[in-house]
């Protein structure tokens, strides 16, 4: 799924992002605001669902943050959108 950040669009909840599907894979590269982290952190904690998370509501994340020690969550730097030019 794909889901732009935009004024008039957001994309957030349980019900908004399916986080309660058993099986989800959830990959955020956007925004962090488009995905509501504390119902996410929820469906993971209860090991529904698996993230790879690359962007967060607030940056950097929190080294207090409880999605560190989740095994179910790949955290990455904000490295998704590294581009590299052509030679």
Request: glycine share 6%.
């Amino acid at each position: 799924m794909f889901f732009p950040l935009h004024r008039n669009l957001s994309y957030s909840g349980r019900k908004g992002a399916q986080l309660d599907e058993e099986g989800a894979f959830l990959i955020n590269i956007g925004r962090g605001k488009t995905i509501d982290e504390k119902a996410l952190k929820e469906a993971l904690q209860i090991k529904k669902i698996q993230a790879v998370l690359d962007v967060f509501e607030r940056e950097p994340l929190s080294p207090k943050s409880g999605l560190w020690d989740l095994k179910n969550v790949i955290i990455t730097p904000h490295v998704s959108a590294s581009t590299f030019p052509r030679r």
